[in-house]
Every structure is written in C-alpha cells, then in structure tokens.
C-alpha cells in the first residue's frame, strides 16, 4: 500500500474554537489518519500531520484546508511565522510504498482543484515546482501575505493554479511535494531578539552557515523569551546534532544557554540515530512524535 504524509500550515494559533473546528472537519475525513497537531499563539499557526492513501490524503487536505479557509480572514492575521495565506503552505511527502512522484502527481491535482474550487491563487514549490524560481519555499513567500496584492501586477508572479488576483481574505497557498524535512525550534534562555536573529543569520545556508538549514530569529511574546526557528530539510547531511550543537555554541558566545527545543510534527527515526531527546532537549517527546511509529 502506497502511504502519503500531509503536512498542512493553518495561519490561526489563538482562536481555540476555529482550531478545534478544523480538527475535527479532519478527523471526519474516512481513510485518513491524524498524527498530530501542533499549535502555537506566538507564530498564529497551526501544523496538523495526516497520512493515508493517495487518493485518501488528496480528500482529506481538500476538506480541511477549504474549512479553514471559510474561518480565517488573514486581513486580521498577526504572527511571527512567515506566510501568505490563511492556508498557508501544504506538502505532500512520500512514505512506505510511495515515490515522489506519486506525491507530485498528488500536489498537482490538489493545488489545481483547490486554487479553483476556492479561488485562490496556488504556487508549486519543492518537487512539485513548475518554475525554478519557486522551488524554495522562502522564494514563494518572499514578502509574504502583505506583498500578495503587487506580486499580481508583475508577469513572474502569475499563480500556477487558481485566478491571477489578490484575494484578500484567504491570500494564496503554496503547494509542494518534498522528503521529510525537521521543523525543529530552540528557545533561548533571553528576550533578546537580537542574538536568536544574529545566531539563525549565522547558521542557515542562505547566511553562508549549514547546508539545507533554514532558520529565522522569533520572539515568544507569551513566554519573553526568543528563538531560533529552523526547517532542516535534509538532515542526512547537516544532522540535528550538529545543529543543535551550533547553535548551542553560537548562544553561548553571547553567554545565553538554551531553554529547550521543540520538534514541529513528527520526525522520522533515522534522524534521532546517535542522539537522544534528552541531549537536545526536546520538550514533549515521545514514541509518538517519530514518524515510523504510525506505519
């Protein structure tokens, strides 16, 4: 059996009545398997992880991510996460049985249908990318949802899928098909947001740091504190030690230690080989939260 992993990014964290509301239109979806749901006020975003066959997958993230679009007016969204949309981003990714190009095939006909179904504008990104220019995520939010209504007056920003105009309520979805990637934060022992942006400045790739390391520098308002927000996106390479590592290092530097670390959605086990949730810190980690686990 073939085995696709979905990974819907809601622009709502704080309205507990909206979140539980699109949970629960998930869960409702026969076929499909919630794995977790990872919420957070301070980002106003809301990560669930769900897999299931293709074509079960395909009818949960149509379902959900309409709903969510009916509940949330991003002209009232606030938050430090980078995002375009009220359904901001949603990557397929290939599991047991599965190839990349079933999860391509499966983007494709998602970001279609959604873009015109709902009437919103849809760039490909990742292995689903259409044009180059947009395979990195960062590449298709530059600017984010309040650059959206002049990205539609310049030609290289026609919308892969869905109408070619500003729709300020619902903004636009970036859909994707990619390897599993780490969403892994670490917060930092200050509210000085300085040194979590000097230190994510140092290690991502884009700063001349580690390979396939995205990071940005956050405050957590709730908390007074800061941190360093990070996708890893082939941990095969940088592994999450030696992230962990750096940017306890880096911290160090500026004489800040390090809190704890959070892991956003699941993880797949290969990642944790020769380290432990306790050496990184992490907070509420369990079997659970490892992707082989539910397979």
């Known amino acids: 059996m073939k085995i696709i992993e979905c990974v819907p990014n809601i622009s709502e964290g704080r309205d507990r009545k909206k979140i539980e509301s699109i949970v629960a239109m998930l869960s409702g979806v026969e076929g499909v398997k919630l794995l977790d749901v990872c919420i957070d006020a301070d980002h106003n975003r809301t990560v669930l992880t769900f897999i ?52 391509v095939d499966v983007a494709h006909r998602f970001g279609r249908a959604f873009g015109e179904k709902n009437k919103i504008p849809v760039y490909f990104y990742g292995e689903a990318a259409l044009d180059p220019r947009r395979r990195e995520l960062p590449d298709v939010r530059k600017g984010e949802y309040e650059a959206l209504r002049t990205h539609f007056e310049d030609p290289l920003w026609i919308p892969d899928a869905g109408p070619a105009f500003f729709n300020p309520r619902g903004g636009a979805t970036a859909v994707g098909a990619r390897e599993p990637l780490i969403a892994f934060n670490i917060n930092l022992a200050t509210d000085d947001l300085h040194v979590a942006k000097e230190i994510a400045c140092s290690i991502r790739q884009s700063g001349g740091g580690l390979q396939y390391v995205r990071a940005i520098g956050v405050p ?76």
């Not at 009818?59 to 969510?68: I, L, S, Y």
């Not at 430090?80 to 599991?95: S, T, W």
Request: charged share 25%; proline share 5%; hydrophobic share 45%.
């Open 52 to 103: 299931g066959r293709p074509e079960d997958v395909e009818r949960g993230a149509a379902a959900v991510c309409a709903w969510a679009l009916d509940l949330i007016d991003m002209r009232k969204h606030r938050g430090v996460h980078p995002r375009i949309g009220a359904v901001d981003v949603v990557p397929f990714v290939p599991l047991r049985g599965a190839t990349m190009k079933h999860a």
């Open 220 to 295: 957590l308002q709730s908390r007074n504190i800061v941190q360093v927000a990070m996708n890893l996106t082939n941990y095969r390479v940088t592994p999450l030690k030696k992230v962990f590592d750096t940017v306890k290092n880096k911290a160090s530097q500026y004489d800040v230690s390090i809190l704890e670390s959070e892991l956003i959605g699941l993880i797949p086990e290969e990642a944790l080989e020769g380290v432990s949730a306790e050496y990184l810190q992490l907070s509420k980690f369990c079997a659970e939260c490892i992707i082989e686990t539910h397979l």
